[in-house]
């Protein structure tokens, strides 16, 4: 398969959460060239759903990619970037993609014993499309409902052929973070007369910082990051209305729960001081993704006999997946696969090498067939 020109075609068409709609018809167009004998497609909103017979099936293993991108000018450079400008797969969703349709080829070329269902999930970056695909799939097409499943993620600062996971916690619980505050604006020579929500703001950001230092057990983790404060229009006049946007990072649904508890106090807490309304917005929340130790184990023992794989064990990460949601309800494994980019996750430069585009739909082949 041309799978280096199926990954350009891809990057030159990024579309973010449920807006992948040429991004889908391409993979409807590319998947309707295969041999149709053995296959079952399926769409669910921007996505679709392609199971695989196997020669004899005993369960039904599952194979979840996602396919948005994110509103990112890219800077690439390259010769086949995107088209759509302010768009980027800057989150390897491209690679993601394309390994999977590697990956369905190879099922239909080589059948496997038991069935494979491949997952083209739209929204990973918000708001969001795992948990309502995944309830899709249990009350209209439980017949498509893996017993297990799988995903990886590339990881641009690990060489093509690595390969890394880890049993249990391996992405943290996140949620999105807006809060937006309204006061009373008015002539900068006339503060008493107003209510300042610059002031207000800054305050607010201040006392965020306390959440997790003072309030999260220091033998847990967790993260709160304010990442953009914007208030008012011009300089000489009060900010009748601020917003803070950040994210929340925990390793526990516990902590989630208490920091936004916290969060909420001290909101209420600004609305007295500083006589104003104070709203708050969670926008995306995701599940931790919990590897299961089995499932986890054997894909490492797998890899690491595997000529030209180098299985690792990974740390647990900060990071946020919505692949939570099906390794909730459905044993499940995440990993981590090598691309060797000198610019990171969401970097606007990202360019991972494709390489990885011939290596792992065999390797995963190899994975399930043993499974």
């Not at 919505?322 to 606007?348: C, K, N, R």
Request: glycine share 8%.
């Amino acid at each position: 398969m041309e799978l280096v020109r199926i990954r350009r075609a891809l990057h030159q068409i990024p579309e973010i959460g449920f807006q992948e709609v040429k991004t889908q018809a391409y993979l409807m167009d590319i998947i309707s060239q295969f041999p149709q004998e053995r296959i079952e497609l399926v769409k669910w909103r921007t996505g679709l759903a392609v199971k695989v017979r196997g020669d004899n099936p005993t369960k039904l293993i599952g194979w979840r990619t996602d396919m948005d991108a994110l509103a990112i000018m890219e800077e690439t450079e390259l010769e086949f970037q995107s088209q759509h400008p302010g768009f980027m797969h800057a989150c390897g969703h491209d690679i993601h993609m394309t390994i999977a349709i590697g990956l369905l080829h190879k099922l239909i070329d080589e059948p496997i014993q038991d069935d494979v269902v491949i997952l083209f999930q739209p929204a990973e970056e918000g708001p969001g499309g795992a948990l309502p695909f995944r309830e899709w799939l249990k009350t209209d097409k439980p017949d498509f409902l893996p017993d297990c499943i799988y995903a990886l993620h590339i990881a641009p600062e690990l060489p093509v052929g690595t390969v890394g996971t880890r049993s249990g916690l391996l992405f943290a619980n996140t949620s999105e973070l807006f809060i937006d505050l309204h006061g009373k604006g008015g002539h900068a020579a006339f503060p008493h007369l107003t209510e300042d929500m610059a002031i207000a703001a800054a305050s607010m950001l201040m006392q965020l910082q306390t959440v997790v230092s003072r309030n999260v057990n220091p033998m847990d983790s967790a993260v709160l990051t304010i990442g953009k404060l914007s208030a008012g229009t011009v300089q000489n006049i009060i900010a009748e209305h601020a917003r803070l946007e950040g994210t929340i990072r925990t390793l526990t649904s516990e902590s989630m729960s208490q920091v936004k508890q916290r969060i909420e106090a001290i909101c209420r807490a600004v609305e007295q001081a500083n006589n104003c309304q104070v709203h708050i917005d969670y926008g995306s929340s995701y599940l931790e993704v919990k590897n299961d130790e089995t499932l986890a184990e054997n894909f490492l023992r797998y890899a690491s006999q595997v000529k030209g794989i180098q299985a690792m064990q990974s740390d647990a990460a900060m990071t946020g997946e919505d692949f939570g949601y099906f390794t909730e309800q459905i044993p499940g494994v995440m990993f981590w696969a090598g691309v060797s980019s000198a610019y990171g996750l969401h970097h606007s430069k990202l360019n991972p090498d494709e390489q990885v585009l011939e290596l792992m739909p065999d390797f995963l082949h190899g994975f399930f067939l043993k499974s």
